[in-house]
């Protein structure tokens, strides 16, 4: 039996074949991984055009108060996540991150206030066990629908908005995280602006029997590009953003993982909605004293690239071991390798000289601030 014959298939599978994308599985699915103009020239196209990618493999969930109140799905949705829900306004997105009891993380997500229920997006390989959390969790309070009928695609690069335009004039009036109801090629169109590539840029989750015909009006524009998990990858590595099951998971904490930002200070101590949520007791102790590792962006020497599992010692012989590279790869933009890993504290300040090992060799490599490439989000 050909293995890719149990995979699932998005909605946007024969536009991809169409389109000559070369096709992997990933997360359960068979993905477009590149198409005919190859990972550096999708990479660099989005950093100066537009960029479509098909993301219909991630989950889309609502969440429904059953009292018919949203605020009570903020308050249930404030049980999972270290983030401030019942503030987010209506019409604005924020990102979030499952927590376990040992403050680890379960996934990162976004959550969308719609007004009358919130739009929660999680990664494809948890969003099954993301679902069945929540049912478990906020189930009583909530009404949970798990959206199999809907595609949802990435639009991003600096003519995003130009492009958007042509469908919907109002985009650019959107700033960055905001979430709106829109007809695009009369299709019933959720849009927010936001992405995971550093770029402007926009989400479209889009009725699944009407997504080819939008991302063919999408594509019909000379400045758009469809473009695959390669770029996608290099892409989200340059801006410093965590992939999970690489950079952040179970055994890693949103301190550790330097995501402190995704934790507003009304959850934190002393705050008017401080812990509640699983793990408060050691991520409440680490955003006050800090965590023994930290996520750190590193540059290596050179133009070999340091790969996810990699050592990090402080000696060119490996004896001293502080961490360990979580990503690592070619950054087009960059021109030159980059990475990410876990060091331990005496190691994060930018600057530290450190060695990856690399096929039997310790090579040189810099801790370094984080993005590698200035995002441009429209604020």
């Not at 009036?173 to 849009?191: E, G, K, N, Q, Y």
């Not at 009304?266 to 909605?273: A, D, S, T």
């Not at 331990?344 to 600057?351: E, L, W």
């Not at 060695?355 to 060799?361: F, H, M």
């Amino acid at each position: 039996m050909d293995g890719t014959s149990e995979l699932k298939k998005t909605p946007l599978h024969a536009l991809n074949l169409s389109l000559g994308a070369r096709m992997v599985p990933f997360a359960g699915y068979e993905m477009p991984v590149q198409y005919a103009a190859g990972v550096m020239k999708e990479h660099l196209h989005t950093r100066t055009a537009a960029g479509l990618f098909d993301v219909s493999h991630m989950g889309q969930v609502t969440v429904r108060a059953r009292s018919g109140d949203n605020a009570d799905a903020a308050r249930a949705l404030e049980t999972l996540v270290p983030v401030d829900i019942v503030g987010l306004g209506e019409g604005r997105q924020r990102y979030a991150l499952f927590t376990n009891d040992e403050g680890g993380i379960l996934d990162d997500l976004m959550i969308a206030n719609r007004g009358d229920h919130f739009y929660v997006v999680v990664n494809a390989a948890c969003k099954d066990a993301d679902f069945a959390h929540m049912q478990a969790k906020i189930g009583e309070a909530c009404e949970l629908t798990l959206h199999d009928d809907r595609a949802l695609v990435a639009l991003q690069g600096p003519h995003a908005e130009a492009v958007l335009a042509e469908l919907w004039a109002d985009v650019s009036s959107m700033r960055f995280m905001d979430v709106r109801a829109c007809d695009l090629h009369d299709a019933d169109c959720i849009v927010s602006r936001s992405g995971y590539t550093g770029e402007d840029g926009f989400e479209i989750s889009i009725p699944a029997d009407l997504a080819e015909s939008v991302c063919r009006r999408l594509l019909d524009h000379p400045d758009v590009l469809p473009i695959g998990l390669g770029a996608r990858d290099s892409l989200r590595l340059e801006a410093g953003l965590c992939l999970y099951g690489n950079d952040i998971d179970t055994g890693t904490t949103p301190v550790e993982a330097g995501l402190e930002w995704a934790m507003q200070k009304v959850r934190r101590k002393g705050g008017e909605r401080e812990g509640g949520f699983p793990g408060a007791s050691v991520i409440l102790d680490q955003l006050e004293n800090g965590a023994g590792r930290r996520r750190v962006g590193l540059k290596p020497e050179g133009r070999a690239p340091v790969r996810a599992g990699a050592v990090l010692a402080t000696d060119p012989e490996g004896a001293d071991v502080v961490g360990t590279v979580t990503s690592g790869g070619f950054g087009p933009n960059v021109d030159g390798p980059v990475a990410m890993g876990y060091v331990t504290k005496s190691a994060i300040a930018p600057g530290t000289q450190l060695y990856a090992g690399v096929r039997g060799k310790f090579l040189p490599v810099t801790v370094s601030a984080m993005p590698f490439v200035k995002n441009t989000f429209k604020r």
